[in-house]
C-alpha cells in the first residue's frame, strides 16, 4: 500500500481517462473558483492499493494476479465504488474511477466518498471455481482495507451478485462468530436473499432510463417512438434498453465486446437478452437483426445514444459521426474532452456519467442501510425512493448549467465539487 504524494505520469496507451477526469475536475474548479489547498487535496488520491496474490488454478498449477483498490476521497463518508474484472484494469484506469465515483456520491448527496478497483484479467478464460478462489484470495488480500464503515466495493464490469456474495462471505469469515452479521454491508450490490436490495440489479439502467425520461420531459418530448442505440449490452445497457422499450422507444443498434448489430425496424430487447443467455453472453448471430462493423457504430442513425460499456468510446475520431441528439452516459467516463467538445459544439446534450449512471450508487446505499438497520425493503417502494432522489439531483443539475451558461458536465461537477469544498473548510485540515 502507498500513499500517494503525486500522480505518477500515466502509460501513454491508458492515458485517456485519467486526464480526462483531471481535465473534468480542473475545469469545474476553475468556474466554482475552487479553495486552491481543497483542489490540491483532490487532485490526487488518498490511498492506492496493488495487491499481487497467487491462485490455485484447476489443472494445479499456480497464477499469479494482480489487483488494485485506490481510494480517492472520503471527506463525506467511506469510500465507495465499484470492482471490474477486465484486461484494462489498472493503476491509471482504478485512479480515473475512484475520482468519478467522489464527484458520483457527492453529486448524489449521499453519505460517501470514492473509490474503485478490480483485477486485470479476462474472466471469460477462468471457470466459475477458478473466479471464485481468485475473489477470495483478492478479499482476503485487501482485509482490512475494505470494510462496511470505511470501503464499500460493488460490481461493475464482469462483476455482478454472486461476485459480492464472495467478497461478502469471505471477508464475513475473517470476523469473530459474533461480529460476522454485523459485516454483511462491506459490499452492495449482493443477491437478493443474501443481503441484496430488490432492484439493485436493475438501479444502474433504470437510473440511466430516468434521466433520459426527465430530459424528455424538460424538453416537452415523448419517448415513444424515439430510436437509440447501445453500446454494450450488460448490466446497464440491457436494464437502460429494456424502461426505454417499455416507454415504446426502439433500439436500432446494439454493440457487445463481440460485435454489432443493427436493425432500423426494431430489434426486441427481452428477444436479445434471452438470446445472449443462451449464448455465452454474447450477442453475435441473432437472427433478428444484421451485423455490422463496429467501427460504424456509433455513426448510426438514431435519437439518443447510450455508452454503457467502457470509458473513451466517443473520441474526437468518431464524435463528428454521431447522429442522435442525446447522449446518456451508462458508462463511467465514455466520453473523452476532445469528442465531448466536438459535440458539445454541434449542439448535443450529454447526460453526464456522474448523474446519468448514479441510480446504481444510489441503490447501494439503499441496500447498505437496510443491511445497516436490519430491514427489508420492497421493490416498488425502492423505485420511488431512487426516482425521487435522480429527479431531485437532474433539477439541480440543470438550474445551475442553465444559471451559469454551462454544460451539464461542468455544472454536476462544479456541485458535487462545492460539497467536498464545504466539508473542508468546516472541518479544517488536521493537525
Ligand atoms: P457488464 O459487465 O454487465 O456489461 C458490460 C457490457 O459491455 C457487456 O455487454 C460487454 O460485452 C460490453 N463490452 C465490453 N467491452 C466492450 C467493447 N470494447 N465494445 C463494446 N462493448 C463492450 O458491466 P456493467 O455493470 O453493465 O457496466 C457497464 C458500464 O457501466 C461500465 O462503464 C461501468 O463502470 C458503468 N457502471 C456500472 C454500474 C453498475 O451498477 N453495474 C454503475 C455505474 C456505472
Known amino acids: 500500500m502507498t500513499n500517494t504524494q503525486t500522480l505518477e505520469k500515466p502509460q501513454a496507451a491508458k492515458r485517456g481517462m485519467l486526464d480526462n477526469v483531471l481535465e473534468q475536475f480542473n475545469s469545474a474548479a476553475d468556474k466554482i473558483d475552487l479553495n486552491p489547498n481543497v483542489r490540491k487535496i483532490l487532485s490526487i488520491t488518498n490511498t492506492e492499493i496493488i495487491i499481487h496474490f497467487p491462485v490455485r488454478m484447476d489443472n494445479g498449477n499456480v497464477e499469479i494476479f494482480t489487483g488494485y483498490r485506490v481510494q480517492h476521497n472520503n471527506a463525506l463518508g467511506p469510500y465507495k465504488g465499484g470492482l471490474r474484472y477486465h484486461p484494462t484494469v489498472d493503476i491509471d484506469a482504478a485512479r480515473a474511477l475512484a475520482m468519478w465515483m467522489t464527484w458520483k456520491t457527492s453529486l448524489a448527496g449521499l453519505p460517501y466518498g470514492g473509490a ?3 483485477i486485470q484479467i479476462d474472466p471469460s478464460k477462468y471457470s466459475k471455481g477458478e473466479l471464485e478462489r481468485i475473489t477470495r484470495r483478492f478479499t482476503y488480500a485487501l482485509g482490512e482495507n475494505i470494510g462496511p464503515e470505511h470501503d464499500i466495493p460493488a460490481p461493475d464490469v464482469n462483476t455482478n451478485d454472486q461476485t459480492m456474495a464472495w467478497i461478502a462471505d469471505t471477508y464475513m469469515s475473517t470476523k469473530s462468530t459474533s461480529e460476522r452479521s454485523k459485516n454483511q454491508h462491506v ?21 440511466v432510463f430516468l434521466t433520459i425520461k426527465f430530459w424528455a420531459e424538460k424538453n416537452n418530448q415523448s419517448l415513444n417512438g424515439k430510436t ?3 453500446q454494450g449490452f450488460g448490466n446497464v ?3 437502460a434498453a429494456h424502461f426505454l422499450e417499455n416507454e415504446g422507444a426502439k433500439m436500432v443498434g446494439v454493440q457487445d465486446a463481440f460485435g454489432s448489430l443493427q436493425n432500423q425496424e426494431g430489434i426486441a430487447v427481452e428477444d436479445l437478452f434471452n438470446y445472449g443467455k443462451a449464448n455465452s453472453g454474447s450477442i453475435v448471430g441473432f437472427p433478428e437483426a444484421e451485423a455490422m462493423n463496429g467501427k460504424e457504430f456509433f455513426g448510426l442513425e438514431c435519437d439518443i445514444c447510450i455508452p454503457a460499456a467502457l470509458g473513451n468510446q466517443i473520441t474526437k475520431e468518431n464524435a463528428n459521426s454521431i447522429k442522435a441528439t442525446l447522449i446518456a452516459e451508462g458508462a463511467n467516463g465514455p466520453t473523452d474532452v476532445e469528442g465531448e467538445k466536438i ?8 447526460i ?7 441510480g446504481g450508487v444510489i441503490g447501494s446505499y439503499f441496500e447498505w442501510l437496510q443491511n445497516r438497520n436490519g430491514e427489508l425493503w420492497q ?14 439531483t437532474y433539477k439541480k443539475v440543470t438550474a445551475y448549467s442553465e444559471e451559469k451558461g454551462i454544460d451539464m458536465r461542468t455544472a454536476a461537477f462544479a456541485i458535487a465539487i462545492e460539497r467536498i469544498e464545504k466539508a473542508y473548510v468546516l472541518r479544517g485540515i488536521f493537525p
Open 237 to 239: 445497457g440491457y436494464w
Open 352 to 358: 453526464p456519467d456522474i448523474m446519468c449512471n448514479s
Open 116 to 118: 474503485k478497483g478490480g
Open 343 to 350: 459535440l458539445l459544439d454541434r449542439g448535443v446534450t450529454i
Open 228 to 230: 437509440f442505440i447501445v
Open 379 to 392: 421493490l416498488d417502494e425502492i423505485l420511488e425512493k431512487l426516482e425521487k432522489k435522480l429527479r431531485s
Open 187 to 207: 459490499v452492495t450490490g449482493k443477491p437478493v436473499g443474501s443481503g441484496g436490495l430488490e432492484g439493485r440489479d436493475r438501479a444502474t439502467g433504470y437510473g
